[in-house]
């Protein structure tokens, strides 16, 4: 039988299967954010193609009015016959083919009606368009008064209304334009004004009913893109997951078997310091030791917040917990040179998660002690940010960086290449903790560098 390991009695959940029972926070974030990209994709291609062929279709209708309206005018305009009554483009003695628009007076027509649209979509005329084209005319004076109107092809304007199309068309001025659901041109002449206005309640029933059709399959086919994506999107991970899932078993395995024999050399070297005394080999092999403890420490420390996703929120003194962790850093940061100023706000009650805040004040302001320019001011401060959320903010003079440099500042394992970060001795683990832990609670964690070559760090928690 094998012996029991005395790090993992029988029965007891290793670090790793722990984990495996836990939601994995990035994987899941991993797994959104590639849904969420993809649904955009879809969701932009949709709205696209809904929205050019509605624009299409109501281009090719527009322009198919303007045709109709162009042809009634011309009409008019050469009718032998009272306005008021009849026009001949609706008269039994004209056959198809006088109505035909390429046989029309191009010049004339645009001497008379401008640069307005010809119409490059005809409609078919045939012997049934003067019973399906519903249309009024209406001819006034500078002033406004109304001259003449031709109300034979129309049933539902009256007298009464014309006043209304009038100061519709009087106000739009020449060329083509909309009054509710008609259709109009007017041309100005130098007496009287004309205006055709075209009944076109069933094109914009048409274009209406195309656009909700377009609608409702752009969100039914989202909805139902969607599920398969999401369905989808857990085999497409899949690969990421596992590797993720090794790397991080390795990564907590590592860490956990390097803690014992490391306990085993510092208590080594503890006693060996009572014994002979001090001397420079067991000083510098004792502190590579306690920076390998460090550095397990901290591999832990990530492992732990992959394994566990979003953090346990309590209600606490956001105030007083920051203060408590920046009054422990005074004494490091003056030995070093460094003045500490706090500025919080007091008495900020907050909800969440009240070690993750203690951690991220504690690496920030490691890291300002670290890398502060000699005799600097690390500037501490903490505000209530909209309602419920906390600002946490820290400030101190550093190197000048550029703006790929700041990019990945909260990178694992990545340090700037400066004078100081070499001089520091950090291993880059500390800022990929301080950005896990701000977003495990929902917040977010930025760096930027002033002009002066002021670094900030803005932690924001909602």
């Not at 797994?31 to 109501?58: E, I, P």
């Amino acid at each position: 039988m094998r012996p029991e390991d005395p790090r993992n009695p029988q029965g007891a959940e290793t670090p790793s299967a722990r984990g495996a029972k836990r939601p994995q926070g990035r994987l899941a974030k991993l797994r959104r954010r590639f849904v969420a990209l993809t649904m955009l994709a879809v969701v932009g291609v949709l709205v696209f193609v809904g929205l050019a062929v509605n624009v299409a279709n109501s281009v090719a209708t527009t322009s198919d009015l303007d045709h109709l309206l162009s042809l009634i005018y011309y009409s008019e305009a050469n009718s032998q016959s009272t306005r008021t009554t009849t026009s001949p483009y609706f008269d039994d003695d004209h056959d198809e083919e006088e109505l035909d628009y390429d046989d029309l007076d191009v010049d004339d027509w645009e001497d008379l009606v401008g640069d307005g649209p010809k119409g490059f979509w005809e409609r078919p005329l045939t012997q049934e368009t003067s019973f399906a084209t519903r249309w009024f005319s209406v001819r006034w004076q500078p002033g406004g008064s109304i001259a003449e109107v031709n109300l034979a092809h129309i049933a539902s304007v009256s007298q009464a209304d014309l006043p209304v199309y009038v100061a519709a068309a009087t106000k739009a001025g020449p060329g083509f334009g909309w009054e509710g659901d008609f259709r109009y041109l007017v041309v100005q002449g130098q007496t009287l004004s004309e205006a055709i206005f075209l009944d076109a309640s069933d094109e914009v029933h048409a274009l209406s009913t195309l656009a909700l059709l377009t609608i409702g399959v752009v969100v039914l086919s989202t909805a139902a893109i969607f599920v398969l994506v999401w369905a989808l999107s857990g085999w497409v991970v899949r690969p990421f997951a596992e590797a993720d899932e090794r790397q991080r078993r390795f990564v907590t395995d590592a860490s956990h078997e390097l803690k014992t024999p490391l306990a085993v050399i510092l208590a080594s070297l503890g006693v060996l310091k009572m014994d002979v005394g001090e001397n420079r080999w067991i000083a510098k092999a004792d502190a590579s030791a306690q920076r390998m403890g460090e550095l397990v420490d901290e591999l832990v420390t990530l492992s732990r917040l992959d394994e566990e996703g979003e953090r346990e929120k309590a209600t606490f003194d956001a105030s007083m917990a920051v203060s408590d962790v920046a009054e422990g850093f005074r004494d490091v940061a003056e030995a070093k040179g460094h003045a500490l100023s706090l500025r919080i706000v007091p008495d900020l009650a907050y909800t969440g998660d009240a070690a993750g805040l203690r951690q991220i004040v504690s690496v920030l302001l490691d890291n300002a002690v670290k890398y502060t320019a000699p005799g600097g001011q690390i500037t501490l401060s903490l505000e209530r940010l909209r309602r419920k959320g906390l600002l946490l903010r820290a400030e101190n003079p550093a190197e000048p960086m550029d703006s790929e440099t700041l990019s990945h500042l909260f990178d694992r394992f990545w340090r700037p290449d400066t004078s100081r970060a070499r001089e520091s001795g950090g291993f880059g683990i500390g800022l990929s903790i301080a950005r896990e832990l701000a977003e495990s609670s929902g917040g977010t964690i930025s760096a930027e560098q002033d002009a002066s070559g002021i670094l900030r760090f803005d932690v924001t928690l909602p």
